[in-house]
């Protein structure tokens, strides 16, 4: 997925999955990442890394807050494959639950992979590399597990994209909000 898009994307394509296992056996271990690695980077240095600098955290707020990510995270790949449905027909796909939250689950693996960046708070704003590349995944990723076709297929990938920022920077706003 991280080196060859487009060759996994058709391979997901066809695989049999139901959605309870891949958000049990996927989506839950794998988002795990960053939070715990940013609760372990605040528990070794005492502060947390953010896009705009270093804040100092105590244990509590870095507990309160991993959690936050976490569970709003899960929230966030459920919510966002039930709009990636909603929005394929509109763009000559299919509508289909388990191909959308394949895209959001396989598609977010850079993200959350980057998340372990945590672990050093100064390197944690590197993260926003592995956002960049988790937009990419699912523009591409859309279209081919949604079977848009098309000139409409490239203007899905892109709505899937703009999509799936929306929906992190709520979620993230909510994050905040909580901690």
């Known amino acids: 997925m991280l080196t060859q898009p487009k ?7 066809g695989e049999f999955a139901n959605a309870p296992a891949i958000f049990r056996g996927y989506v839950v271990p794998v988002s795990a990442v960053g939070p715990v690695a940013a609760l372990a980077g605040t528990v070794l240095f005492g502060e947390r890394g953010t896009l705009f600098g270093m804040v100092e ?72 590399i592995g956002f960049l590349w988790t937009l990419a995944l699912v523009a591409g990723g ?3 597990l949604m079977k848009a076709q098309g000139d409409q297929a490239k203007a899905f990938g892109l709505v899937t994209a703009v999509a799936t920022a929306m929906v992190a920077l709520i979620s993230e706003g909510l994050a905040r909000a909580f901690s």
């Not at 060759?7 to 394509?13: D, P, S, T, Y």
């Open 57 to 128: 955290t105590s244990l509590g707020a870095a507990v309160q807050d991993s959690i936050a990510h976490y569970l709003l995270g899960l929230a966030s790949v459920w919510v966002l494959a039930v709009a990636i449905e909603f929005l394929a027909p509109y763009f000559g796909g299919a509508a289909n639950r388990v191909q959308a939250l394949k895209v959001v689950a396989y598609g977010s693996t850079p993200a959350w992979v980057c998340g372990i960046l945590g672990l050093v708070p100064r390197l944690a704003p590197y993260g926003l």
């Open 7 to 13: 060759r996994e994307w058709n391979a997901i394509n």
């Open 142 to 144: 859309a279209p081919i």
